[in-house]
Structures are given as C-alpha cells and as structure tokens.
C-alpha cells in the first residue's frame, strides 16, 4: 500500500507539472495570436485530465478493496451505511505530505506526527515501514539510524533513538 501511494505521489505531482506546462503553453500562443493551436494544446490538457482521473479512479477502487478487506480500519461491527460514509470520506481526503525530517528538533513534533499516522499505523511490513523512515529522514537525522542495517527489529530500534535524540525538549 505505501509503495502504491509513493507511486501516486509521484503521478500526481508530474500530473501537476505537465499541466502547469501546458497552461504557460496555452498562455503563450494565445499571446502569439494562434487561436488554432491554443485550441489544440486545450484540448491536449483535457485528455491528459482524463487520464489522470482514470489512474485516480483505479488507485481509489483499488484502496476500496483494501479497506473492505481490513478488519482493523472500519469494522464490520459498523452498520453498512456507516462503513460506506467512511469509504465515501476517505476518498475525499486530501493526501498528506510527510515532509522530510532533517534533525530541527523543532520540526520533530510535527514530523513525527505525520509519519507515524501515515506510515507506523498503516498495515505493512516493518521492513517497509523502515524503507520508509529512510525515505523522510535526511543529514543528522538520517545518521542516526544509517547503522542500524535493514530488518524488522531496526525499525523499532530506529524509532526509539529517533524519540531520545530529537523528541526531548
């Protein structure tokens, strides 16, 4: 699953580059009066639209079946109206971006609240979850942990030096 969204990460921010791009396009040969081409390059940005929301849809009806699969994220316990509205929010929830936590014992707090709802609570591996953790840990931060190899019981062990060094106050 984080593997997926890492994916989708990235869709969605070339998606917002090559319509930025096309829109300065768009823009230019407005200005360099060739109506005929700016119709072109518009009807360009619709396709590439459309496609996106197809990916977007897909990756949606994929995390669907997920959650439809966990018992731990909406209870069967839940009446089916209520698990539908929490399917239905969920869809709409803009994703959240964990920044890359640098060793500003400052930012920690926030950092350490974004990944660990995002990427500690999600259903996966702890050698993935680690994968992870080097992915949003950058200088001092990332050094801490570098030694501590790739397996399972490094995650936790990354986790709790994490906590001394840059969760004190």
């Known amino acids: 699953m984080d593997l997926c969204r890492e994916q989708l990460d990235k869709v969605e921010e070339t998606m917002d580059n090559a319509v930025e ?7 230019e040969l407005n200005i360099a009066n060739k109506p ?7 009807l360009e940005i ?6 996106y929301e197809q990916l977007i849809e897909s990756y949606n009806q994929e ?4 959650l439809s699969d966990s018992k731990s994220v909406i209870s069967d ?27 500003d014992k400052v930012k920690y707090p926030a950092w ?9 609570e999600a259903p996966s ?10 992915q949003y840990l950058s200088g001092e931060a990332l050094s801490c942990i570098d030694n501590l190899g790739h397996f399972a019981a490094a995650y936790s062990e990354a986790k709790e030096r994490l906590e001394r060094k840059f969760g004190g106050a």
Request: hydrophobic share 40%; with cysteine.
């Open 21 to 27: 791009l096309i829109h300065k396009l768009a823009k």
């Open 36 to 42: 005929g081409d700016r119709e072109k390059v518009l």
């Open 46 to 51: 619709e396709w590439i639209e459309s496609q």
């Open 63 to 66: 995390m669907e079946h997920i």
């Open 77 to 103: 316990n839940e009446p089916t109206e209520t698990r539908q509205i929490g399917k239905d929010l969920w869809k709409q929830l803009k994703r959240v971006s964990i920044p890359v936590f640098n060793g």
């Open 112 to 120: 350490e609240a974004a990944f660990y709802s995002c990427i500690d």
């Open 125 to 134: 591996t702890l050698e993935l979850k680690l994968l992870q953790l080097r």
